[in-house]
């Protein structure tokens, strides 16, 4: 069976995306807006075309969107066949997603095997991963076939995440916030379908790592922390692990090559936010973790 898959950026990491060394894909699409996101060209269904301004030609759209080297997205919109991405002379127009068959990117994986050392294996993250569920639960089934550990680095807003979980190794979970209507205020989604997949991952007994991205004035001072830690504290068990992202702005140059608006204004947190988090997450008895 010949599956699609979107990817929009591939590569190798060590024990940021899971255990050991890991071949890491990031799925495109997303149904989260974070304003914050290091990888906003993961966000829409379709890839967005990315602009290198000091690149970028009048010539390099055949349907006259780029004037005066700008470009009118306006065109790109009702635009099906994407010529400009075509000329491999034209460097001031991209995208970075490209279209993977699920055996292909299996052959791929199996042919890496040698670069799991320390418990490594192959990770799913995004972009938000489930978004293309069927095409990833493929993946998932084909890579267990193959003795490869599999992990996913995912929000949990899917109702079906539960149904990949046999096939998934190590489950990492971002938590934006502990306020449900405050997540959705910010993010689009709320937390109700992620904590309840944390919550249900735990009782099937599979070790599960939940992220917290911290930002300045969304989710960071101390009763943030607190409430954060009555709900850890209400469900914990052995194999819950707690881990503490700090805000930054890595990404915040490809909001603008995207054609999107970076709005975040003063999200680098306070000194000691981490520790403060991390001090009230062990009173509690949190297993609190970095990588």
């Known amino acids: ?54 690149k970028l ?9 780029v004037r005066n080297g700008e470009l009118d997205r306006s065109f790109c919109e009702a635009c099906k066949d994407r010529k400009c ?18 055996d292909e990117m299996v052959k791929e994986a199996i042919k890496c095997k040698p670069m799991y050392f320390d418990s490594g294996g192959v990770t799913f993250t995004g972009g938000e991963p489930t978004m293309q569920f069927d095409a990833l639960m493929d993946v998932y089934k084909k890579l267990k076939e193959n003795g ?6 995912t929000n949990g807003t899917s109702i079906r995440l539960k149904e990949l979980l046999p096939f998934i190794d190590q489950l990492i979970i971002d938590l934006k916030h502990h306020d449900s209507e405050k997540q959705r205020a910010v993010t689009g989604v709320g937390n109700e379908t ?20 911290l930002v300045n004035g969304f989710n960071a001072d101390k009763a943030d922390a607190e409430h954060f830690a009555d709900y850890f504290e209400s469900i914990n068990a052995p194999n819950l692990s707690v881990e503490l992202l700090s805000y930054h702005e890595f990404g915040k140059d490809k909001w603008q090559k ?17 520790k403060m988090f991390e001090d009230i997450f062990k009173e509690r008895g949190i297993n609190t973790i970095r990588t």
């Open 1 to 54: 069976m010949h599956v699609k898959i979107t990817v929009f950026q591939k590569g190798f990491n060590y024990s940021q995306d899971g255990q050991g060394n890991r071949l890491v894909f990031h799925l495109q699409g997303c149904n989260m807006h974070c304003p914050w996101c290091a990888n906003p060209e993961g966000i829409p269904t379709v890839p967005p075309i990315m602009v290198n301004k000091d």
């Open 57 to 65: 030609l009048d010539t390099a759209c055949p349907c006259g969107a």
């Open 85 to 102: 991405l075509d000329s491999q002379a034209n460097l001031g127009l991209s995208t970075a997603g490209s279209d993977w068959d699920t």
């Open 148 to 153: 490869i550990h599999t992990a996913i680095e």
């Open 194 to 213: 992620t904590k309840a997949n944390i919550e249900y991952a735990l009782k099937e007994g599979k070790p599960v790592l939940v992220r917290i991205p």
């Open 258 to 274: 995207c054609g999107m608006e970076y709005t975040v204004k003063d999200g680098r947190l306070k000194p000691g936010t981490v």
